[in-house]
Structure formats: C-alpha cells, structure tokens
C-alpha cells in the first residue's frame, strides 16, 4: 500500500445510523430501489445486494450506562474493504483490477459468472460482491475512484477536496476519506482520544491484508457481528 493512495475511515463513534451513505451511494452509481420488507430491524435493506453497495449494520447490545437504559445501538457501515491483495481479484483476473492512482479495487464488465472461477462472494472473506442481474455482472463499492481521479472534472468536493459520495452526505462527519498516511494518522489520534474520553474498549479495526477503509469501533468487534 502506498501512502498516496486513498483510504478511508469510519468512526462508528459519530454514526447515528441515519443512512445517508446508502442512499448517496445508490445515486452516485445510478442503482435502482430495492423493495424490502420489515423484519424486526431498523437494519435497512437487510444486506448488501447488487442494488446497496453499501448497508449500515445496527446491532442492539446490552451496556452498563443506564442513561442509556443498559441498552445500545452499534452502528457499522458495510462494504468492500478494499484489500491490498484482493482474494476476489485471484478468483477473477480479468474482471478485477485495483486503480493505480487511488489503489481502490474495481470490477469491471468481464467480472461475470462464466468468467470468474469461483462466486465472488465466496472467494471475499467478507462475502461482500453481490450479482447485479441487471448488469450481469458482480458489483460492490469502488470507493468512488473516479470521483479522486486527477482527470475528474466537476465534482462536488468537501473542504477544497475530492471525497466520496458517502462521505460528502455524512451529516456527522463520520466518514473520512484522504491518503493512507492523512488516515492513518487521523485514525491513531480519534483512538487516542475515545480512550481518554470513558471508552476503554475502543480499537481500530481493518482488513487483514491491510485494507483501503479502516473503522474506530468503541466496542470489541464480536459485539459488531464482526470476527475479531
């Protein structure tokens, strides 16, 4: 990973769950709605599918704050960890390639069944890529690369600079995208601070072959839904 490249971070401490990232996501990549139904959850749509490309996660945990009634909203946004050796791109050569100006993963219109030798959501440790019948094709969040391109031209930008489209929605700032070396080091210093401020718990939690999107979790990642 080079530290030019894009990354992104997602402090689940300033998520409200509003999802205003998955409704800017879907207008930005031009998806249809997707007709759901309620299942005891506010979690909507229920998962990832060729139509979200990305879903927050609500997971309701048991707490010792009884200001919070002893119980909590966890909030995690899901999507494509971006991994710096992609599984799914040795499972799909020609259909995924990763973006040598921002390092984002990206598949392209020969990431099709026939192509690819095994489902992609198999061979994604985090069974991300969903099938797009519309498309015919995989698809899953591209980090808005082409919105950081240096060709890109009339794009909306967030303090002087390109972001993502989820990002640019994000009414508490939670996410935060800029180069690997801008990240990280955001990212070490949020941590410092929710330490400090009655979250002992708190961690960075990213991908296991050092991912493009890193999160700041307040809770061990298992109370997420997530593997530690």
Same mark, same amino acid.
């Given at each position: ?31 249809e709605a997707e007709e759901t139904v309620f299942t005891g959850s506010y979690q909507n749509p ?52 990763? *973006?040598?100006?921002? @390092?984002? #993963? !990206? ?6 069944? %026939?192509?690819?030798?095994? &489902?992609?959501?198999e061979a994604c440790p985090y069974n991300v890529p969903r099938y797009s019948e519309d498309l ?70 990213? *991908?296991?072959?050092? @991912?493009? #999107? !890193? ?6 990642? %298992?109370?997420?839904?997530? &593997?530690?």
């Amino acid at each position: 990973m080079k530290a030019n490249e894009i990354m992104m971070f997602i402090d689940t401490s300033k998520c409200i769950g509003c999802k205003g990232c998955q409704v800017a996501c879907k207008q930005w990549h031009k998806l249809e709605a997707e007709e759901t139904v309620f299942t005891g959850s506010y979690q909507n749509p229920p998962d990832l599918s060729g139509k979200n490309l990305t879903v927050v996660k609500f997971q309701e945990v048991e707490t010792d704050d009884k200001d919070k009634g002893n119980l909590e909203f966890l909030f995690f946004k899901n999507q494509c960890r971006h991994c710096d050796k992609p599984r799914c791109k040795e499972a799909c050569p020609e259909g995924v390639e990763i *973006d040598a100006e921002t @390092g984002a #993963v !990206i598949f392209n219109e020969k990431a099709t069944k %026939e192509n690819c030798r095994i &489902p992609l959501e198999e061979a994604c440790p985090y069974n991300v890529p969903r099938y797009s019948e519309d498309l015919g094709r995989y698809v899953k969040c591209d980090l808005c690369y082409d919105r950081f391109k240096s060709s890109a031209k009339g794009i909306t930008k967030r303090n002087g600079k390109p972001t993502t489209a989820c990002e640019l929605t994000c009414p508490t700032g939670a996410i935060v995208t800029g180069t690997v070396k801008e990240i990280i080091k955001l990212a070490q210093k949020r941590l410092e601070l929710l330490k400090n401020d009655g979250h002992p718990n708190a961690s960075l939690y990213t *991908d296991y072959s050092a @991912g493009h #999107v !890193i999160w700041l979790l307040t809770e061990p990642p %298992e109370k997420y839904g997530l &593997p530690k």
